[in-house]
Each structure stands twice: as C-alpha cells, then as structure tokens.
C-alpha cells in the first residue's frame, strides 16, 4: 500500500471561516509533509514532521496551523485565509532514516478561498 | 538553501521521438534527486530517482544521469508517447539531521507529445 488519503478533495471557504485538512498514511512513515502548489507551478515545501515532532517550518504565516496527532495521521488547520491561499496543498510522507527515501504525495486538497 | 533551476519550461515533440528535460542544483550537500510527473490535476508521482552515488539510471523508456562536479542531472524519455504529455518536475533533496528531507522542485517542463 502506497497510498497517502487526503479529505476533502475540495474546499470552498470564507475568509473568516476555519477549516481542516486532514491527511492519512499507513506505510509506516514517520515523515510527513504539507506542500502547497500554485497553478503552474511546483510544490512548496510548508511544514515537516519527523516523528509526530515539527522539524520544519518555511516560514509560514499563523494563519496556517499543522497538527499530528500520530504517527498516521497529519491536520493542517486553517484560519482567516486570504484569497491568495487558495492552492493545491498536498500531503507527503516518507520513511525517516532509512535507504529508500521515496516520497509519496496524496492526491491533495484543492482550497479556493472567497 | 537548495535552488534547482529546470529547463526548458516547455517541450514539445513527435510522438515516436525522444525528450531531454535538464536540471541543476545549488547545494552540494544534495543526495537524492527523484523526477515527478503531474498531469492535469493530479498529484505528483513520482517516476524515477537517482542517488548521488550513481551516475545513470534507467527504467525502461526513462533514464536519469548525473553529474555531481557540474550539479546537473537530466531526465531522458525514449520513444515518447501521447501519455507522457504532463508537467514533469526535478527535485533535490537532502538528509537533515532525524533523518527527514527537504525536497526542492524545479520550476517545471510542461512536455506535450504530439500524435
């Protein structure tokens, strides 16, 4: 099982609304990660869990919250979005120390903001 | 940081021919470069992946080679297909410390095989 799950596929919300995005792996992955693509362009790299710890943040503003619960399971919380957020947010994951460094990508969440 | 530059942004060719997308990176510290597809709406997936201990790799039409004095690397695609018309992304990545990685994408080549 390769499979990274991401719910909703599609999110329409108002900016002073608050959402979730939620992501799943059950490969055994103690990496996980939120990207977030523009149209017509590549992923950027958001957050980095390693160990259900967060280990990376790209400068993201607050406004975007992550969230991992446990080793499977990875939230992306979001709060008083500008229309400029409105992406494709992907999720990844990957094994942690270890010679295979696959990353799998789910098949994300498209968010529009209005 | 790493910076991956990705040329060229858009390719297109006779189906039946061959496709050369080239890629380089800044951080000599990179180890790992995997090569994504992404067709229209689609997540990214993931298509073949070198290691810096390896100068070419291939995987039946696909091939990737390396060149770590130069810091580039390339994506080969023979006998190219109406199928393999997608947006292909390189990415650098290196180990930090815990074991996680950061990838870096390239900025993307759109690659349309004509029939």
């Known amino acids: 099982d390769t499979e990274v799950t991401q719910t909703p596929k599609h999110l329409v919300m108002g900016m002073t609304n608050k959402k979730s995005l939620k992501c799943e792996q059950h490969m ?13 362009k590549p992923p950027e790299l958001m957050f980095v869990y390693s160990y259900e710890k967060l280990s990376i943040n790209e400068s993201v503003p607050s406004r975007f919250s992550p969230e991992c619960p446990n080793s499977s399971l990875l939230n992306l919380h979001l709060h008083a979005l500008q229309p400029e957020d409105s992406a494709l947010y992907l999720c990844a994951s990957s094994q942690v120390g270890h010679s295979i460094d696959t990353i799998y990508f789910g098949e994300g969440s498209w968010l529009t903001v209005v | 940081g790493e910076n991956v530059e990705q040329h060229p942004s858009t390719l297109s060719v006779q189906e039946g021919d061959s496709a050369v997308i080239k890629c380089t990176y800044s951080d000599s510290a990179s180890n790992y470069f995997p090569w994504y597809k992404q067709e229209l709406g689609k997540r990214p997936q993931l298509i073949i992946d070198i290691r810096s201990n390896v100068g070419e790799k291939k995987d039946q039409r696909i091939a990737v080679t390396l060149n770590k004095t130069a810091k580039h690397f390339s994506l080969h695609i023979t006998e190219t297909q109406p199928e393999d018309s997608a947006v292909y992304f390189c990415a650098a990545s290196r180990r930090m410390d815990t074991g996680r990685r950061a990838l870096t994408f390239g900025s993307g080549t759109r690659l349309q095989v004509q029939p």
């Not at chain 1, 992955?29 to 149209?39: G, I, P, S, T, V």
């Open chain 1, 28 to 40: 055994g992955h103690r990496a996980m990660y939120w990207y977030k693509q523009k149209a017509k």
